[in-house]
T-cell receptor
Framework: NAGVTQTPKFRVLKTGQSMTLLCAQD?????MYWYRQDPGMGLRLIHY???????AKGEVPDGYNVSRLKKQNFLLGLESAAPSQTSVYFC?????????????FGEGSRLTVL | DQQVKQNSPSLSVQEGRISILNCDYTNSMFDYFLWYKKYPAEGPTFLIS?????DKNEDGRFTVFLNKSAKHLSLHIVPSQPGDSAVYFCAASARETSGSRLTFGEGTQLTVNP
């Protein structure tokens, strides 16, 4: 009963370092999303994917890249981390049809860039 | 340009009383609205939703009201319980939007005092 799993849960980076956050879902959902949560700003969409091999920009895509090589995985990459990217990152997924149109979220990944 | 706004960062109520959380939106293309609940160190979880063809949806202690002319929705929790203490996010989507993306408000921290 895993749902949406994010790794790692915590990471500290130095400015300029790179890293990748991995999101995996076992619900066979078509759509996947990466959001970031910052105090007083709610959840803002970084990138999303409507299916394997497709990606699109969200609200705040600068400084991030994504890939969806397999349907169940959605990777978020930071090529050169900046302190402004210190945040909590949430991955989410949803099926193409059915349910209440809601997104299913992972537990979050807390990233600190020094 | 914050298309979904929750103007109250926090709300405190007594156990057993009604909690009313408010949300305003500016994009007239939004036609589906959701409320999420988030506990610390966990991902947001879906609570209740409403389509723009309705003005009320009820699920147990939770009721969402939609006033399209005012571009306003509210979540009522009756009776409030200490376990309801969490951050509540309002979210909206437009049917024509690619990927059925959700736009979130800033969140309201609800505290229910015993």
């Amino acid at each position: 009963n895993a749902g949406v799993t994010q790794t790692p849960k915590f990471r500290v980076l130095k400015t300029g370092q790179s890293m990748t956050l991995l999101c995996a879902q076992d619900m066979n959902h078509e759509y996947m999303y990466w959001y970031r949560q910052d105090p007083g700003m709610g959840l803002r969409l970084i990138h999303y994917s409507v299916g394997e091999g497709t990606t699109a920009k969200g609200e705040v895509p600068d400084g991030y890249n994504v890939s969806r090589l397999k349907k169940q995985n959605f990777l978020l990459g930071l090529e050169s981390a900046a302190p402004s990217q210190t945040s909590v990152y949430f991955c989410a997924s949803r099926p193409l049809r059915g349910g209440h149109g809601e997104l299913f979220f992972g537990e979050g990944s807390r990233l600190t860039v020094l | 340009d914050q298309q979904v706004k929750q103007n109250s960062p926090s709300l405190s109520v007594q156990e057993g009383r009604i909690s009313i959380l408010n949300c305003d939106y500016t994009n007239s293309m939004f036609d589906y609205f959701l409320w999420y609940k988030k506990y610390p160190a966990e991902g947001p979880t879906f609570l209740i939703s409403i389509s723009s063809i309705k003005d009320k949806n009820e699920d147990g202690r939770f009721t969402v009201f939609l006033n399209k002319s005012a571009k306003h929705l509210s979540l009522h929790i009756v009776p409030s319980q200490p376990g309801d203490s969490a951050v509540y996010f309002c979210a909206a989507s437009a049917r024509e939007t690619s990927g059925s993306r959700l736009t979130f408000g800033e969140g309201t921290q609800l505290t229910v005092n015993p």
